[in-house]
């Protein structure tokens, strides 16, 4: 690399970053086709990157991108459009691909909740959506959602923002009692489906015959992709749906699907429109486009194929391990959310003198790094639907080289 192209690329560093010695490392200035060096600005700022054995975490930035969705963002980040023709456009697609009236792409599953939960309040009230989250009774608009105790995760949240209340309910009884001329709609988790006393249809029919809509959280629910229309064709009037976990789509993207108005009150509340709660939840073409892109894909994959690829990787990482003395390894399906092959590891500390917080910090300033992600029981689990091609084969090892300097 010349020095005057080293000087030139300085200025899109922070001001008072001057060791241009360590800017430029070998590893960091990749050469292209073109002769002229790419630089790699997380290897510029040292910023760690990992092998992702963990799972689909925000905070691990989740997913990786495909080169289709890559390529739908770099092509839109070029052209000018208007922002409500992209959402219209992309939306109408994608809800012919879920089976639902209308759809939306939303920055994230959680502002998918609140977006919906905020078109049910609202409609497409202008006077009603500049009142939400602060006076809704004194707006006329309805204030209470209906959901089960055992479907509060902390996501509820999303609605919250909207200034509802959640009343919780178990029992068909209790849904009986809760309803009153204040209640707006029910809501369900579908990850606790099966820790709820009441299931989708039971909780559908409970609001059809008190004339209310439903909504549903399914963020991680897809694999199977099934899901992705599943709950549009059971009658659900909005579901929230993550883009950038098993997707891959953007991380900062997620799918509101459902009724027509509900999603058309769902846009009036949401940015670009300006008095709204919706305006710091701003989505644009390129991430519209990448979550289209990304769906796309994810529907026209093969996922019988994906699903084998998936349990050799789980296989490889689990030999390497389970012969181990003192270490119990098991190969778990979660039956909802994260449905994907899942290897659960505990060990016995009289056995193997490292604790979990110190094995996975081997693993994490090992070479190349490694996430896994602490279990309930005091181990870790792993899974392997992020990994890239071979890295099952690192991670295998990595997981032994660590149990077997800790006997
Ligand atoms: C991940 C998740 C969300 C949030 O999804 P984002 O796309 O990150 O906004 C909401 N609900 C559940 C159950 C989730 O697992």
């Avoid at 092959?341 to 790094?369: A, F």
Wanted: net charge neutral; glycine share 8%; with cysteine.
């Amino acid at each position: 690399m010349k020095r005057r192209e080293i000087i030139k690329g300085l200025s899109l560093l922070p001001v008072g970053v001057t060791t241009v010695g360590t800017l430029f490392t070998a590893k960091s200035a990749q050469a292209t086709p073109s002769g002229k060096a790419k630089r790699n600005l997380l290897t510029e700022l040292g910023v760690r990157t990992f092998i992702n054995a963990a799972g689909t975490y925000t905070s691990m930035t989740a997913s990786l991108m495909h080169d289709e969705v890559v390529e739908a963002i770099a092509q839109s980040a070029k052209q000018f459009c208007m922002l409500t023709e992209v959402q219209d456009k992309v939306g109408e697609k994608i809800a012919q691909m879920v089976h639902a009236e209308a759809a939306m792409v939303t920055a994230g599953a959680f502002s998918a909740l609140t977006l919906g939960m905020a078109g049910i309040l609202t409609g497409v009230d202008k006077e009603k959506i500049k009142q939400i989250p602060h006076n809704l009774e004194a707006s006329g608009i309805k204030s209470e959602v209906l959901l089960q105790k055992a479907h509060y995760d902390g996501y509820e949240q999303a609605l919250y923002n909207t200034g509802i209340k959640l009343i919780p309910v178990e029992t068909a009884e209790d849904v009986d009692r809760a309803v009153n001329e204040k209640t707006a709609s029910m809501h369900f988790l579908n990850c606790n489906a099966l820790e709820g006393k009441i299931m989708h249809e039971e909780w559908l029919q409970l609001a059809k015959k008190h004339h209310l809509p439903t909504s549903i959280d399914i963020a991680a629910d897809v694999p199977p992709v099934s899901n992705l229309w599943k709950y549009n064709d059971m009658g659900f009037s909005f579901v929230a749906l993550s883009g950038g976990k098993a997707i891959r789509g953007p991380q900062s993207t997620g799918l509101l699907m459902g009724k027509k108005d509900i999603i058309a009150a769902a846009k009036l509340n949401n940015s670009p429109n300006g008095v709204t709660i919706g305006r710091g939840m701003k989505v644009n073409k390129e991430e519209m486009l990448g979550m289209y892109a990304a769906l796309d894909r994810y529907i026209n994959q093969d996922h019988d194929k994906e699903w084998k690829i998936w349990e050799e990787r789980i296989t490889i990482i689990n030999n390497a391990i389970k012969n181990i003395e003192g270490v119990t390894t098991t190969i778990i399906v979660p039956p909802i959310a994260n449905h994907t092959p899942t290897l659960h590891v505990v060990w016995d500390n009289k056995q193997i003198k490292i604790t979990r917080e110190e094995y996975m910090e081997k693993l994490r300033q090992g070479t190349p790094s490694i996430e896994v992600i602490g279990n309930k029981d005091g181990g870790f689990n792993s899974t392997v639907f992020m990994l890239n091609n071979g890295e099952e084969k690192i991670v295998a090892k990595r997981l032994r080289e660590e149990f077997l300097k800790a006997k």
